[in-house]
């Protein structure tokens, strides 16, 4: 039996909604593993998350695929006409589908971002003890040999004197 665009339809949007979900249940536990400097959590957690991102990626090309074996574009605006194509009933499934998704998904991104500006924090923790190692304190305290007010202070290097 071959199932119709709409179930393939069906069947993609809700595959995208458990992948995304498991996906956004990953990306909690990261933003854990962030605070308290889980380095083996957070080596375990990227190994979980790049498969989720793939599936969601190859999902996405079979959604759009349908659209287009179906003549719609790609995109929101050929899932919207292909949904306001369905009956009320399915457009009311469908739409309560990819409204869900959007959830998710917004909720993906918004957790991704927190997870990056956590990881951008510690990168600049750690370059600033780094510099502090080497001898170059980057806060403007001092003026440079031509009088000039310099954020780069040398000094002898911590790892030197060691």
């Given at each position: 039996m071959t199932m119709t665009s709409l179930q393939k339809l069906h069947n993609i949007l809700q595959t995208e909604q458990i992948t995304a979900s498991q996906l956004l249940e990953l990306l909690k536990y990261e933003r854990?593993?962030?605070?308290?400097?889980d380095v083996d959590?957070?080596?375990?957690?990227?190994?979980?998350?790049?498969?989720?991102?793939v599936h969601l990626e190859q999902l996405g090309r079979?959604?759009?695929?349908?659209?287009?074996?179906?003549?719609?574009?790609?995109?929101?605006?050929?899932?919207?006409?292909?949904?306001?194509?369905?009956t009320d009933q399915h457009s009311r499934i469908?739409?309560?589908?990819?409204?869900?998704?959007k959830v998710t998904?917004?909720?993906?991104?918004e957790h991704?971002?927190?997870?990056?500006?956590?990881?951008?924090?510690?990168?600049?923790?750690?370059?600033?003890a780094m510099?502090?190692?080497?001898?170059?304190d980057m806060t403007p305290s001092a003026y440079g040999p031509g009088g000039e007010y310099t954020s780069q202070v040398?000094?002898?290097?911590?790892?030197?004197?060691v």
């Amino acid at each position: 039996m071959t199932m119709t665009s709409l179930q393939k339809l069906h069947n993609i949007l809700q595959t995208e909604q458990i992948t995304a979900s498991q996906l956004l249940e990953l990306l909690k536990y990261e933003r854990s593993a962030l605070t308290k400097s889980d380095v083996d959590a957070m080596t375990e957690l990227t190994v979980k998350k790049q498969p989720l991102v793939v599936h969601l990626e190859q999902l996405g090309r079979e959604r759009e695929a349908v659209l287009q074996m179906e003549g719609f574009s790609a995109g929101k605006d050929g899932l919207s006409a292909f949904i306001a194509n369905q009956t009320d009933q399915h457009s009311r499934i469908l739409t309560g589908m990819v409204d869900a998704l959007k959830v998710t998904a917004k909720a993906c991104r918004e957790h991704n971002q927190v997870n990056g500006g956590i990881v951008n924090v510690n990168r600049q923790y750690v370059q600033q003890a780094m510099n502090i190692l080497r001898g170059r304190d980057m806060t403007p305290s001092a003026y440079g040999p031509g009088g000039e007010y310099t954020s780069q202070v040398v000094r002898q290097p911590l790892l030197g004197r060691v």
